[in-house]
């Protein structure tokens, strides 16, 4: 296929993809009765890793323990099927625009390894919020303001207020 | 009467529906350009609000949706899985992740999208997860107290109020609509960020 | 602006300005809501006449058997209140009895107890009166899923503690309700007329189940037991 350069930044109407985004979301709460999400995936690798490596440590942690009740295997979480869905999603839809191919994106301002430094930094702070809230900004907030669910509502305006708050200082990186 | 998961269709289907619906989001995802960490950060700088316009509005036509399914019976509003309301936890969570947005330039969700198309700094961010997730739970005993505290259940927000959430769905989307217009005007003032 | 965008920007506000316009809501996520605010409303509950034609009939009652069986299952949807007042309760009660007394029925945080969907309420008092009148009250004020104990507890008591024996002409489900009632007995630990010692206390607690059979073979005449002593000394009757 022949790829045109020009095709790389130009994306959705973000209304049109937002409706969008909305069907399959009316859609997995219908067949399902969930959400989607992402950050209950990195939950299910990590669990099932440690449980690989150390059973009796995941027994006696209560936050992984809960994880196996009812004899059910992290690793075949629904969330992890849903997230090797979003790659491939992702791949055809970047393929299609010319927009799939390895790169680090940072702004010009920064080198590359800065910006892979605080990547890993912003991954991880995110992955500890998202425990703390149980779901990170699809799988709380997104899913959980389409139920009107007051937690929903509030993980939302947390994540967008604290991002307001510190934006100011991390403006170098982006800008 | 949904969800059709597992009355109607079998359980068996179920994770191939994920990988379906995942791939339906991950498409939708990446066509809106969220697999662009500048482009997602953007709406914290005023350069770009793709990000605000594209939640505010999948949010908005899936909560309309549900309610009108709701209404017509075809699914159980109040027995779907939302968000249990642990108020506080879910306060300082957000805050981290808020600051681990603009660190990291991803959410989750977006940083699956930025692997898909090959972002090095996506598989870097989903590292950085991986780590937190991981510190986390090894942390777990400390913040257990914490983690269980002021919970709500799992209350709608009009359940909450007790406000009709039809009426409540009304002042969504008008505020919906007054953000995506206000930004709108933002965003004609504020210098344009090439990326 | 464009002016699709006004038009697009209208689509949701007419749609859920739409949703809230629709009328008869009896099976939506707001349903519950509406007839919470209804029931917590004062006495915009069931209108007189309606109150009146329930009242003569008999489904409000739930009969002594019924109780035991939610009882002895341990059902959970049923939440047994003890309406006569806390010394009483103390002294003796049902398994898994709450209790409201009589006069502090229509308290705010007792009225709240009855607004829970999931519950049958089974109002119990010594007699069937007391029970019947706070039906009456808490029925007018829209309440529902409020059962009551036919007989109260002195029936009940009557029943368990000294069963009437089936006679040899009777049907075998005759002496299956005899067994049944047997057991309750044992399993709400009142004492066994059949080896009940005279001028030991009421609440003494039966020596463990024996076999129903042999019991029924040794005709030892049944002691009388006054059912009111256990039950904390008989009031107004009611």
Redesign the interface.
């Known amino acids: 296929m022949k790829i045109n350069p020009d095709k790389q ?1 130009v ?2 109407n ?2 049109f ?23 209950g ?3 299910a ?3 099932q890793t ?1 449980h690989t490596v150390a059973p009796t440590h995941t027994e006696n ?4 323990a809960e994880q196996f009740k009812g004899g059910k295997t992290p690793i ?1 979480n ?2 992890v ?15 299609l ?1 010319g ?9 010009p301002k920064i080198t590359s390894r800065r ?2 430094w ?50 100011y ?3 170098k ?3 | 009467m ?4 597992p009355e109607i ?1 079998s359980p068996e289907w ?20 969220f ?5 997602l ?2 709406v ?2 005023g ?1 770009d ?2 990000v605000l ?19 017509f ?15 506080y ?34 598989y ?15 942390m ?2 400390l ?2 107290n914490f ?1 269980n505290s002021s919970n ?1 259940g ?7 109020f ?1 406000i ?7 002042g ?3 505020i ?2 007054v953000a ?2 206000v930004t ?1 005007q933002i965003r004609k003032r504020i210098k344009k ?1 090439e ?1 | ?1 464009k002016k699709r965008y006004i038009f697009l ?1 209208l689509v ?2 007419v ?3 739409l ?2 316009l ?1 009328p008869d ?1 009896s ?4 349903a ?2 509406i007839a919470k ?1 209804l029931k917590s409303a004062k006495y915009t509950g069931v209108s007189p006449d309606k109150l009146l034609l329930e009242a003569v009939n008999n489904d409000r009652f739930i009969q002594p058997d019924e109780l035991a069986t939610v009882i002895m299952g341990q059902d959970p949807s049923y939440m047994l209140i003890d309406l006569r007042d806390a010394g009483q309760f103390e002294k003796f009660t049902l398994p898994g009895a709450i209790n409201i007394p009589s006069d502090q029925i229509m308290t705010e945080e007792n009225r709240a107890t009855f607004e829970s969907d999931a519950y049958k309420y089974v109002l119990i008092s010594n007699g069937t009166i007391l029970s019947d009148q706070v039906w009456m009250i808490l029925r007018r004020a829209g309440y529902d899923n409020l059962k009551v104990l036919n007989g109260g507890l002195n029936q009940f008591y009557q029943l368990y503690l000294n069963p009437p024996k089936p006679g040899d002409l009777d049907p075998s489900e005759a002496f299956d309700n005899y067994r049944f009632r047997k057991a309750v007995g044992a399993h709400l630990g009142l004492p066994n007329p059949d080896e009940f010692i005279p001028g030991g206390s009421a609440a003494v607690v039966a020596p463990s189940v024996t076999t129903e059979t042999a019991k029924s073979a040794t005709k030892t005449p049944a002691k009388k037991v006054v059912p009111v002593k256990a039950a904390g000394g008989g009031d107004e009757g009611c």
Request: aromatic share 18%; net charge positive; charged share 10%.
């Open positions: 930044h994306y959705w973000p209304y993809a937002g409706f969008l985004m909305g069907i399959i979301l009316l859609l997995t709460f219908y067949l399902t009765g969930r959400g989607l999400g992402a950050s995936a990195a939950k690798i990590v669990t440690v942690n209560t936050y992984y075949s629904w969330l099927f849903e997230v090797i869905g979003i790659v491939i999603g992702a791949f055809i839809s970047g393929s625009s927009r799939a191919f390895f790169r680090v994106q940072h702004s910006r892979l605080f990547a890993l930094l912003g991954g991880a702070l995110f992955g500890f919020g998202a425990q703390f809230a149980k779901g990170c900004t699809s799988g709380a907030a997104l899913s959980g303001m389409a139920v009107l669910s007051l937690g929903g509502f509030i993980a939302m305006l947390s994540i967008f207020g604290g991002a307001y708050l510190f934006a200082f991390f403006r990186l982006w800008i | 949904g969800p059709l998961i269709i179920n994770n191939i529906i994920a990988i379906v619906l995942g791939i339906a989001f991950g498409y939708v995802l990446e066509s809106a350009g697999s662009s960490s500048r482009k950060v953007g914290f700088y350069y609000f793709a316009r594209v939640f505010f509005t999948a949010a908005i036509t899936a909560s309309i949706g549900l309610l009108f399914m709701d209404y019976g075809w699914v159980n509003m109040a027995a779907l899985d939302g968000l249990p309301a642990r108020v936890p879910i306060i300082v969570g957000g805050i981290i992740m808020g600051l681990g947005f603009v660190t990291g330039g991803f959410c989750p969700g977006t940083c699956i999208t930025a692997i898909g198309i090959g972002k090095l700094d996506g870097v961010f989903f590292g950085g997860i991986i780590l937190g997730v991981f510190v986390f739970s090894e777990f005993p913040f257990e983690y709500l799992d209350v709608s927000v009009p359940q909450y007790n009709s959430p039809y009426w409540f769905m009304v969504v989307s008008v919906a609509i995506f217009y709108l960020v990326y | 602006m920007a949701p506000i749609l859920s300005i949703l809230a629709l809501k099976n939506s996520i707001d519950k809501r605010n």
